[in-house]
């Protein structure tokens, strides 16, 4: 997979080994990730909702990036749909709590360990809870729990909750009335427009070395057409799309590169 002789990369370009610094920028990515990060520094909780592709775990990595390690600590758990118990047991053990029998004796532990991490280590807790569309609904009224502190006098941990379209509806049920509330703001992520794409192309073949867009125009339109603004399919069509052009000899990736590339990827 060796692309450079041919395209100028001095990298595999469209892969997710991308460091932060060069992540794909947009006004509107900025203040999504401004917002959740006021929202941290005021100690307060929120949710990121975003349908697949839509560069959710690219804004999580930015997100981690701007915080600092000095003043935070961020413990990431992947939701999966486990019990009230089991999920305090996850959080415990991604946090460096000591976990306990009881559900009751878990938030007890989880509480101690985030008044232990602000107070004794001087660093703000962040948990963030990806997949959370996957939560169980009396799991998620259940996170409530954990950011109550002394009669709800005391901001001490912030939750970020982090799924797709589902936790949206999960949150605007009558049942999950009280979750909501606690969150004091709620980001979004679209997919990318056309413009945006044919942005997104053009920048991940700069970062990758390129003098020049290896891609003709008809070939990036298909790749908008195909993929739809999803970043996922949008770096796996772009990268097959090369291979397949690198294999027969061609200097410019056309449509018809794309759309074999289609077929090759997708039933």
């Known amino acids: ?18 460091g932060v610094e060069h992540h794909f920028r947009l006004p509107w990515l ?41 003043r935070y600590q961020v413990t990431y758990v992947k939701v999966t749909s486990l019990s009230k ?4 047991r996850e959080i415990c053990r991604a946090c460096g709590a000591k976990p306990a029998g009881s559900f009751p004796a878990l ?17 703000r807790p962040v948990v963030v809870l990806d997949e959370a569309h996957d939560l169980r609904p009396d799991v998620l009224a259940m996170l409530r729990i954990l950011t109550n ?11 970020l909750l982090v799924g797709q379209m589902p936790l949206r509806r999960m949150l605007a ?4 009335e009280a979750v909501a509330r606690r969150l004091a703001h709620i980001a979004t992520l679209r997919l990318l427009s056309r413009e945006e794409t044919i942005r997104y192309v053009e920048h991940r073949c700069a970062i ?21 603004g999803n ?25 018809i590169h794309v759309t074999t590339a289609r077929r090759n990827l997708w039933p």
């Open 85 to 88: 118990r089991d999920m305090c």
């Open 173 to 176: 049920s009558e049942e999950q």
């Open 30 to 70: 900025d203040e999504t990730l401004d917002a959740l990060v006021g929202c941290i520094e005021r100690r307060m909780s929120a949710a990121l909702i975003a349908p697949p592709g839509s560069g959710k775990t690219a804004l999580l990595r930015r997100l981690t990036h701007t915080l600092p390690e000095a």
């Open 107 to 123: 938030v007890d532990r989880l509480q101690e360990r985030f008044t232990q991490t602000s107070g004794t280590e001087g660093r």
């Open 1 to 18: 997979m060796d692309l450079r002789s041919r395209f100028g990369f001095h990298a595999t370009p469209f892969t997710r080994e991308i």
């Open 208 to 228: 990758a070395g390129a003098a020049t867009v290896p891609f003709d125009d008809a070939a990036v339109d298909a790749i908008y057409e195909l993929g739809r």
């Open 231 to 255: 970043l996922r399919a949008t770096d796996r069509l772009a990268l097959e799309a090369l291979l397949l052009c690198d294999r027969q000899g061609h200097g410019v990736v056309g449509p």
């Open 149 to 159: 502190f002394e009669w709800d006098s005391q901001l001490v941990v912030s939750l």
